[in-house]
Structure formats: structure tokens, C-alpha cells
């Protein structure tokens, strides 16, 4: 429950600077953005937030993976459970601050410049994965 140390190194290649240093390990990343500080609660909070993503509140694929974007849809046809919930609470509790719209894992355009982007997006193919097995 946090961010791996292959990316918090800075000897490493995997090392990007744009993170939220506050929220580095052994900070435990809060999936509720809930702010809290204690990291025994935010791993409870977590634990809570994946099960409902997972089990609880996802019935059919588009409550996980969200509605299909097709020509001429709505810009935002709706998220899936992962993308509104723990997907993008990673990415703002990682995004750097200090940078004018939280470079770069916390912006969109940004993101893909930070290496732990794709582990993370990986993470989230192995949760679809997962979600697949349990329906
Ligand atoms: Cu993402």
C-alpha cells in the first residue's frame, strides 16, 4: 500500500522527481483522499474502498470498466468503479504539488512521463483481471 521504492530512489532509473514527496513510503497511499495521516486507518479505508470497487458495488463490466466512449457520445460518458475511485486517487496522491497542475502523475496529459504510470495502469489491468475471475 505504497508507492514501490524502485520509484522513489533516486539512484534508480525508474525515478521521476514531479511526486508528492509527503506522500512517498513509507507513507501508505490514501485511496479515499480522505487526508488522513494515520496509515494503519488508510490501510483499513483502502482495504474497504477495493472491496467495494471489486465485490460490492460492480455488477456488470461497465460499472468497473465505465461506458464505452463512441462516436458522438458525451465527452465523459460515465467511469467505471476503478477509474472514478482507487485509479485516479493514485494518481492525485502521487501528482507533485509544487507543479502547476500536479505533473505529472497528477494530470492526464502529464501522466505517461512517469515511469511508475505504467506500473500503475498494469495494476489496474491486473484488477480487471481479478474482477474477471470473480464474476
Ligand atoms: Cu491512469
Known amino acids: 500500500m505504497t508507492v ?5 530512489d533516486s539512484t534508480s532509473p ?11 513510503p513509507p507513507t501508505a497511499i490514501d485511496l479515499g483522499l480522505t487526508g488522513a495521516t494515520d496509515d494503519l486507518q488508510k490501510v483499513v479505508n483502502n482495504l ?36 472514478r475511485g482507487s485509479h485516479v486517487a493514485v494518481q492525485v496522491f502521487v501528482g507533485d504539488p509544487k507543479q502547476p497542475t500536479f505533473e505529472d502523475m497528477g494530470n492526464f496529459y502529464s501522466a505517461g512521463r512517469d515511469l511508475l504510470f505504467y506500473c500503475h495502469h498494469a ?8 474482477w474477471r475471475e470473480l464474476k
Open 4 to 8: 514501490p521504492s524502485m520509484f522513489t
Open 14 to 24: 525508474l525515478y521521476n522527481a514531479k511526486l508528492n514527496s509527503t506522500n512517498m
Open 48 to 83: 474497504k474502498i477495493m472491496y467495494s470497487e471489486m465485490v460490492h458495488s460492480v455488477n456488470i463490466v461497465e460499472d468497473f470498466i465505465g461506458k464505452p466512449y463512441l462516436e458522438r457520445s458525451a465527452t465523459d460518458p460515465g467511469p467505471g468503479s476503478s477509474e
Open 123 to 130: 495494476n489496474v489491468d491486473r484488477m480487471w483481471t481479478l
